[in-house]
C-alpha cells in the first residue's frame, strides 16, 4: 500500500489550503482514511479521518473549519481546511487503517502565517 499526499503551503491566517492523498496498492472494501498532523515538540495528533462508510471523526482543534471528504472508487481523499489559524502549522499525514494495519504517507508541510 502507497499514499501520496498532495497539496500544503503556506498560507496566511484566516485563508484556506487543500490537502489531497492517493491510495494505491492493496485496498480492503472497509477503511478509514484521513489526516494527522505533528507540530515540533508535540505528539501526532487525529485532524480528521473517514471510513469508507461515510462515519467521520474530526480532532476537537479543528470542527467546523476543516472537511473532509472522500471518494471510495479512487481511493482518495481531500481534506480542505478553511479559516487556518498559525496553531495549524504542523506536518500533516495521511493515514490509511484497515484490518489492523495503519500505512502513513509521507508529511506535508502546512504553514500558518499570523
Not at 492523498?21 to 489526516?35: H, K
Amino acid at each position: 500500500v502507497q499514499l501520496q499526499a498532495s497539496g500544503g503551503g503556506l498560507v496566511q491566517a484566516g485563508g484556506s489550503l487543500r490537502l489531497s492523498c492517493a491510495a494505491s496498492g492493496s485496498i480492503f472494501t472497509f477503511n478509514v482514511m484521513g489526516w494527522y498532523r505533528q507540530a515540533p515538540g508535540k505528539q501526532r495528533e487525529l485532524v480528521a479521518v473517514r471510513t469508507s462508510v461515510g462515519i467521520t471523526t474530526y480532532g476537537d482543534s479543528v470542527k467546523g473549519r476543516f472537511t473532509i471528504s472522500r471518494d471510495n472508487a479512487k481511493n482518495t481523499a481531500t481534506l480542505q481546511m478553511n479559516n487556518l489559524k498559525p496553531e495549524d502549522t504542523a506536518v500533516y499525514y495521511c493515514s490509511l487503517g484497515m484490518r489492523g494495519n495503519t500505512y502513513w504517507g509521507q508529511g506535508t508541510q502546512v504553514t500558518v502565517s499570523s
